[in-house]
């Protein structure tokens, strides 16, 4: 069936060094890939997106690589800072049913 | 200016109850969808509203409906409550349908958490 999902449910890094989490997809057709922030309490929060026809884009210390051949999503943070700390989530939004689909979500924490 | 805001932030009900969740878009959105979050799970799709009209509905039963406003504001409404229905509703709010100017534009609110007894 499809689905979005992710390779591990948790990832903690050093503060000061990079991040990579991964997003496994399954729909071929879908036409935005997005990348949402959570921390507790709130609601999701936009963090870059990428269109189904690129490979690569950047943001302010993110950057989102979409690998069409192996159905894969990676974004990646530079710098972790503290206020990284939250859940990510991949989202894939397919235009003919108007929604978003989302990942599990991945639990990023930050060791000092 | 004013983001996106759902009422109530939190409540508890009994199984077979009914609560009904409201949401006011940024001003000027026009499109209201709706999410179910689980604990420990990414969003699911509910509802999606434009211009009053439904114009997506995810995979829940018919017990979940919803509305939009002349003002654009939304609820949602459940129905003979279930304990699995105990999550996280998000409200999220866009200028137009999602997609027609990216996927991006979509904006969440903090959500109601719902609690079932």
């Known amino acids: 069936g499809e689905s979005v999902g992710l390779h591990l449910p948790t990832l903690s890094v050093q503060e000061g060094d990079n991040s990579i989490i991964n997003c496994a997809y399954s729909?071929?057709?879908?036409?935005?890939f997005i990348w949402y922030k959570q921390e507790s309490g709130k609601g999701p929060q936009f963090i870059i997106d990428i269109r189904s026809n690129m490979d690569k884009r950047q943001g302010q210390r993110v950057t989102v690589l979409l690998n069409k051949t192996v159905k894969h999503l990676s974004l990646q943070i530079a710098a972790t800072q503290p206020g990284d700390s939250a859940v990510y989530f991949c989202?894939?939004?397919?235009?003919?049913?108007?929604?978003?689909?989302f990942g599990q979500g991945t639990r990023l924490t930050i060791n000092p | 200016d004013a983001g996106v805001t759902q009422s109530p932030t939190h409540l508890i009900k009994t199984r077979g109850q009914q609560v009904t969740l409201r949401c006011s878009p940024i001003?000027?959105?026009?499109?209201v969808s709706w999410y179910q979050q689980v604990l420990g799970q990414g969003p699911q799709f509910i509802f999606q509203?434009?211009?009053?009209?439904?114009?997506g509905r995810g995979n829940f039963p018919d017990r979940f409906s919803a509305r939009q406003f002349p003002n654009y504001s939304s609820e949602l409404n459940v129905n003979a409550l279930l304990l699995g229905d105990s999550a996280l509703y998000l409200c999220?709010?866009?200028?137009?349908?999602?997609?027609?100017?990216?996927?991006?534009?979509?904006?969440f609110g903090a959500g109601s958490r719902l609690t079932v007894l």
């Open positions: 509203y434009y211009e009053k009209e439904e114009r």
């Open positions: 989202a894939e939004y397919r235009q003919g049913a108007q929604k978003l689909v």
């Open positions: 729909n071929s057709a879908s036409d935005y």
């Open positions: 999220a709010s866009s200028l137009s349908g999602v997609g027609s100017s990216g996927a991006n534009v979509l904006t």
């Open positions: 001003s000027g959105h026009k499109s």
